[in-house]
Antibody, heavy 122, light 113 residues
Framework: EVQLVESGGGLVQPGGSLRLSCAAS????????MTWVRQAPGKGLEWVST????????YYADSVKGRFTISRDNSRNTLHLQLNSLRAEDTAVYYCAKVYYDISGYYPIDSWGQGTLVTVSS | DIVMTQSPDSLAVSLGERATINCKSSQSVLCGSNNKNYLAWYQQKPGQPPKLLIY???TRESGVPDRFGGSGSGTDFTLTVSSLQAEDVAVYYCQQYCTTPFTFGPGTKVDIK
């Protein structure tokens, strides 16, 4: 059974930093791209970032580019998201998700974690 | 960036009746060498993460009831719930996974009338 368990959320002041983690199990971690999607309170879904299985390429939404860094530790089946220079509008539940990909491109998100809440407030 | 729009914002349908949600992309999501529409539909119930319903615009995910159907191509897509059940009350999102950023639509809330 696929399991994605996020951790690291919490309350942080504007301008602060936070590191989110996602522990993955139940599938071959290196065969999947991993993605972060966030959802502000009462709002819709926003794709944040994706990293393929090898970890060499990374993709970001313009709203977080230069402030957030996605990475993965394939030896520990763990995904990370480093959040720097946080703003009030970054307040959201952050979901970890897995995405299959192959030579034809990316596939849709087929599994999601339960999410971790990040609150940016003074 | 590909912008995704959905209509309506919300709808209320009687039990057993049909619910129809539309999704439009600002450019074609018919991508790649496999001639497929890179368009997915997700269902999100309160307090839960989203769940994949439909991918490649019309392929039902394993375990999804056959009352859920997807159609469309290019830039215009539709999710249909043929006979709405109480457990289908949720917000439904479309998403393109053709090119980054993998944008979502704003969502459509479905309730029981």
């Amino acid at each position: 059974e696929v399991q994605l368990v996020e951790s690291g959320g919490g309350l942080v002041q504007p301008g602060g930093s936070l590191r989110l983690s996602c522990a993955a199990s139940g599938f071959t971690f290196t065969s999947y791209a991993m993605t972060w999607v966030r959802q502000a309170p009462g709002k819709g879904l926003e794709w944040v970032s994706t990293v393929p299985g090898g970890g060499s390429d990374t993709y970001y939404a313009d709203s977080v580019k230069g402030r957030f860094t996605i990475s993965r530790d394939n030896s520990r089946n763990t995904l990370h998201l480093q959040l720097n220079s946080l703003r009030a509008e970054d307040t959201a539940v952050y979901y970890c998700a897995k995405v299959y990909y192959d030579i034809s491109g990316y596939y849709p998100i087929d599994s999601w974690g339960q999410g971790t809440l990040v609150t940016v407030s003074s | 960036d590909i912008v995704m729009t959905q209509s309506p914002d919300s709808l209320a349908v009687s039990l057993g009746e049909r619910a129809t949600i539309n999704c439009k992309s600002s450019q074609s999501v018919l991508c790649g060498s496999n001639n497929k529409n890179y368009l997915a539909w997700y269902q999100q119930k309160p307090g839960q993460p989203p769940k994949l319903l439909i991918y490649w615009a019309s392929t039902r995910e394993s375990g999804v009831p056959d009352r859920f159907g997807g159609s469309g191509s290019g830039t215009d897509f539709t999710l249909t719930v043929s006979s709405l059940q109480a457990e289908d009350v949720a917000v439904y999102y479309c998403q393109q996974y053709c090119t980054t950023p993998f944008t979502f639509g704003p969502g459509t809330k479905v309730d029981i009338k």
